[in-house]
Each structure stands twice: as C-alpha cells, then as structure tokens.
C-alpha cells in the first residue's frame, strides 16, 4: 500500500493540528511535516517534495496564490486549497486554481473552524485522489472562431454538423481551468444556451461565473431559479444547489432544488437526467476533467433521445479522467477531444459555417 505524503499549511496553529489529525487517521496518508505560510510552504516543499499539499489561502510573509505559483514552478505537485467562503477568499482560490491548484475544500465557519470535521471525509477523499492527477498543459494560443462563408469544408467538417437546443456541461476537478479554455473562445453568436455544473461548493460558483464573463463574448452568469435560458447565454449552477431544465411553452427554464438526491451538489446526473426527460429535446453534452461518475447516468439518460451527441475531454489533457473516462469507457461518447480543441469542435459542430476562425481576434 503506497502512503500518500501530506504537507499541511495553515497560518493557524490549531487548523494545523486538526487538519494533521484528521489526515493521519487514515491508514493510506501521512502528514510528513507543517507550515505557517505561503514562504514555509515553498521551502518545505522543495525540501520534502510531498505528494499533496493542504494549502490555507490568505496567510501573512506570503499567501496561499503566490505560494501555489512559486510551488509549481520549482517543486510541482498536487494542491488542494482549504478556504472560507468570503468573496475575497474566493477570487484567491480561483487565482490559485488558475495557477495550478487542483481542488477546493470549504472551511465551513471562516478562517479556523471548528467545525472542520464536517469537511473531513471530503478533505480525505481529495488527498486520496490528489496524486494521480496530471497537470493541465499549457494551452496553444488559439484564435476565437467566429462563422465565415467558407466553400472548402472538409468532409469531416460536413459530419460533424449538428442541430441542437442546448450545450451541457459537467466537470469537477480541473474543471475552472478548463472552463476557462473552452467558453472565452466561443463567439458572441454561439446559436444555444450553455448551463453547466462544476462541482464546487456554495460561495465559489457566483465568483467563478464573474471572472468567465469578464473573459467572454458570451453571458456568463450563476443560474437562477425560474429564468429563462437564452442563445447567447451561459449559466452555472450554484454550488449547493441542483440545476434542472423544464420546458416552458416553446422555451427553456432553469429550475433549482437542494433536494439530496446525489452525492454532488450540484450534480451532472442530474442536469443532464432533467434535460433528458423532456421530449424531442436535442442535446450536446460535453463531459470534462473530474474525479468519480457523475454524468454517467446522465449520459446513459441522454443516449436514449435520438438527438444527443457526446464529447468526452481526452485523458492526455484532463487533471483527473474519471468523469470523462466512465464515459469512454461505457462507449457512451461520439467524440473524444483535447481540452484545446472542444471550443472549435462546438463551433464546427453547431455554427453555420463551422466555426471556422477570420483570422481575427487572437486570443491565448
């Protein structure tokens, strides 16, 4: 049995120690050593080289972001950030994800909590599954694809053609860098909705709908109960909280629930069963990084309408490949994709003209 190497940082001594104990009770982890910030952390890392680091966000000397950045340049390994749910706390989580940090655990009463035991098996679940994630490569710089007249598509480009209502997203580990390389590359007239759920936990969807709506030509915003879903528009479901597509007349509308009926909340499953359950209704599912199944059943779901098509993000470019891995492996996925090309493939799917690029508006 391989024991997982942990190296906890916190700026509180008491986090410290309720976090080593916590970790230490489990048979498969040992906690190797400590640090009071972001500076220790770098220092202890290159030194130790541990499997996984816990890494507190706002710490004095040197924060958790400039940490997870410093880490990864000259000692990389697994990261997983323990953070409040303030919106301060917030942004730096997403920059540290950003910057090479895999996964969220939420302090469920600020700073020091002592009430951490809530998150327990979820901190445990993630320093289990935290040293078989790869890193993300570095993405090519791409252009935005916008439709053109274009008389040259190719064959390929002809059987990819689709009709569809809406786009679904799901993702877990991995998955804001991710989002971060698919949505900012659509065009403003991207032909159908977008809802997507990201597991992640109350407090950190509404920040991480903020930054991709300041990166995109699309609307991105955290989904609210009762709207309706528009061309044009992405919607992330809230963390907490499932999302659930209804037909209204000739619309779409969004509608949340917290009953636990999942594991995760926001769930995969349940998106995509919700949007299966309404007739005639054609879909694009996209199935990206993540630990565990969700979305399996969901896919399975989907497969049983005559119009759905499949895109599972590849195992080369995923930080964790259970999600989109169960899909490949049920044979339940059309396409398998590198996380750099799933933008051009939903244009060259969906948009007139494939979604070729002008040549205009680089982006990287």
Not at 102 to 118: A, T, Y
Not at 206 to 233: T, W, Y
Not at 239 to 257: M, N, R, T
């Amino acid at each position: 049995m391989e024991i997982i190497r942990v190296l906890v940082v916190d700026d509180s001594a008491f986090m410290r120690k309720l976090i080593r104990s916590f970790l230490d009770e489990h048979p498969r982890i040992t906690v190797i050593d400590t640090a009071r910030n972001g500076q220790e952390a770098v220092e202890k890392a290159m030194q130790l080289q541990p499997d996984v680091i816990t890494m507190d966000v706002e710490m004095p000397v040197k924060n958790g972001l400039d940490a997870v950045s410093e880490v990864m340049e000259k000692s990389p390994c697994a990261i997983i950030m323990l953070s409040s749910v303030t919106k301060k706390g917030a942004e730096l989580t997403l920059d540290a994800m950003q910057r090479g940090a895999m996964e969220v655990v939420q302090k469920p009463s600020g700073s020091i909590s002592l009430d951490l035991e809530l998150c327990k098996d979820e901190l445990i679940e993630k320093v289990l599954n935290a040293p078989f994630a790869n890193p993300l490569p570095r993405p090519r710089r791409e252009q935005r694809f916008v439709a053109v007249q274009d008389e040259k598509r190719t064959s390929k480009d002809s059987a990819l053609k689709k009709t569809a209502d809406v786009v679904l997203i799901g993702t877990s580990t991995g998955g804001p860098k991710a989002l971060s390389a698919i949505i900012p590359k659509l065009p403003k007239n991207f032909p159908v909705p977008i809802c997507i759920v990201q597991h992640m936990p109350p407090g950190f969807t509404d920040s991480l709908a903020k930054r991709l709506n300041m990166q995109s030509e699309l609307q991105v915003k955290e989904a609210s109960h009762g709207e309706l879903m528009k061309a044009g528009s992405v919607y992330i479901a809230p963390g907490g909280k499932h999302v659930l597509i209804e037909k209204v007349g000739h619309a779409l509308a969004l509608s949340l629930s917290q009953t636990p009926v999942h594991k995760h909340c926001p769930s995969v499953d349940v998106l995509y069963q919700s949007a299966a359950n309404i007739p005639g209704l054609k879909t694009i599912s996209v199935i990206l990084t993540g630990m565990g199944k969700d979305g399996l059943d969901g896919v399975k779901a989907l497969r049983k309408q005559r119009d759905h098509y499949c895109i599972a993000q590849s195992k080369r470019t995923s930080v964790i490949h259970g999600m989109p891995g169960a899909i490949i492996q049920a044979g339940l996925h059309d396409d398998e994709t590198d996380l750099e090309h799933i933008a051009r493939t939903l244009c060259q799917t969906l948009l007139p003209a494939g979604g070729r690029s002008n040549g205009n508006e680089p982006i990287s």
